[in-house]
């Protein structure tokens, strides 16, 4: 079945740090791919979204480059601030009808110190 | 604020009880999704209403059940409550339909604690 993995977390950074989170993915057909992000007490957000091969998805300075080869969804940002500690989840979706079915990873949680 | 909104957002209950999740779309999505988030399993997805019609299943269990009603708000029952399904209850909505290429949006969640 579909299914994604995630680097272990928790994952640790000083402001202003260089961040990837990893994730890669098995699915049959061609899949959407997701960055979705939980703040504490929250629901999810959609971070950033890639649909074919090649694309980047990017907002906020976060940028992720929907690797097919790899079967990657790599997420980065340059430059962390205290603002983005939250949890991250990658996420695929088959589309068509039900691109809200989502598949997600573990979650990786994120934490900036000042 | 996401537009979906999910009553109530807390819920403490007995095992072996049964309770109601209730989750309204935002205005002009026909989609809603159900997805269950715990410690030990992480976020799955339950169950996809489209337009008052059962679209897609998940890892839902059969003591679970949901509907989506004329008005597109959505209900999801839990009945005969264990302490194993505490956890995070979130739905979410999407326009759906042939407009597939659009984002789901997630509510803020009900957490049921089982005792």
């Known amino acids: 079945g579909d299914s994604v993995t995630q680097m272990e977390g928790p994952v640790t950074l000083s402001e202003e740090a260089f961040l990837t989170i990893n994730c890669t993915y098995t699915a049959t057909g061609y899949p959407s791919l997701f960055w979705y992000v939980q703040y504490p007490g929250e629901g999810l957000q959609l971070l950033l979204k890639?649909?074919?091969?090649?694309d980047k998805g990017s907002n906020k300075g976060f940028e992720a480059t929907y690797r097919k080869e790899t079967t990657s969804f790599h997420l980065e940002k340059g430059s962390v601030q205290v603002s983005d500690s939250a949890v991250y989840f990658c996420?695929?979706?088959?589309?068509?009808?039900?691109?809200?079915?989502?598949?997600f990873g573990q979650g990786t949680i994120l934490t900036v110190h000042p | 604020d996401s537009g979906v909104t999910q009553t109530p957002k807390h819920l403490i209950t007995a095992t072996g009880q049964r309770v109601t999740l209730r989750c309204s779309p935002r205005s002009g999505d026909l989609s809603v999704y159900w997805y269950q988030q715990s410690l030990d399993q992480g976020l799955q997805f339950l169950i996809q209403y489209y337009n008052g019609e059962e679209r897609a299943k998940g890892n839902i269990l059969e003591r679970f059940s949901a509907q989506q009603f004329p008005d597109l708000h959505s209900e999801l029952n839990l009945s005969s409550l264990e302490l194993g399904d505490s956890a995070l209850y979130f739905c979410?909505?999407?326009?759906?339909?042939?407009?597939?290429?659009?984002?789901?949006?997630f509510g803020q969640g009900t957490r049921l604690t089982v005792v």
């Open positions: 979410a909505s999407s326009v759906g339909g042939s407009q597939s290429n659009t984002e789901a949006f």
């Open positions: 890639a649909t074919k091969a090649d």
């Open positions: 996420a695929l979706s088959l589309g068509g009808t039900s691109y809200g079915k989502l598949t």
